[in-house]
Structure formats: C-alpha cells, structure tokens
Nanobody, 114 residues
C-alpha cells in the first residue's frame, strides 16, 4: 500500500505562485507520478506527469506555467505553479503508479481569486 499526502494548497490572488508538495511513503525513483485537479462539477484532469522514462507531460493550458519535479532524497513530488489564474482553482491530487496499481492522495485545495 502506497500512501501519498499533499501539502501546500491555499488561497492566492491571480498572477501569484504556489508550490504543492506530495510526500510518498516509499521511494519514487522508477515510478510514474502525476498531479491531477478537479474543479466543482468538472471532471478530474491531468495537470502534470513524469513517466517512468523521465518524460514530462503537461497539457497545453498549463505549459510554461506549472513545473513538476521528483525529489528522490525525500520521496517528494512537487508542483510549482506560477502565474495562477482563476480557472486553476480546484482540488489538486498527487498520484503514483506502482506495479500497475494507481494510488492517490486525499488532495489539497487551491483557490485563485481574480
């Protein structure tokens, strides 16, 4: 069982930055990791991901504003979010795939006021 816990959500103004962290209960070195978000009434969507081969993936709406990183010394996955917009508001979930099983944290709320 893999446990993931997100930190760092909050209320910010449009144009500001926020850094989310996700602490994993095991090493993250060779595993695919990702951040998703879900706004009220909307489907959960990919925000950023790192594949097993290290390839980083962002949707076009995020490209150039958000940056995902793996920190192997602390088994932490971070999401640096810059130039936040009101449409970035939602609950952000950290995920990890281990041996074909998908694990998620409980999420952290991000609210961007315009």
């Amino acid at each position: 069982q893999v446990r993931l816990e997100e930190f760092g959500g909050g209320l910010v103004q449009a144009g500001e930055s926020l850094r989310l962290s996700c602490a994993a209960s095991q090493n993250i070195f060779t595993y695919e990791v990702m951040w998703h978000r879900q706004a009220p009434g909307e489907q959960r969507e990919l925000v950023a991901g790192i594949a097993r081969d290290g390839t980083v993936n962002y949707p076009d709406s995020i490209l150039g504003r958000f940056f995902i990183s793996k920190h192997l010394d602390t088994n932490t996955i971070t999401l640096q979010m810059n130039n936040l917009k009101s449409e970035d508001s939602g609950r952000y979930y950290c995920g990890m795939i281990v041996h074909g099983n998908q694990y998620w944290g409980q999420g952290t709320q991000v609210t961007v006021s315009s």
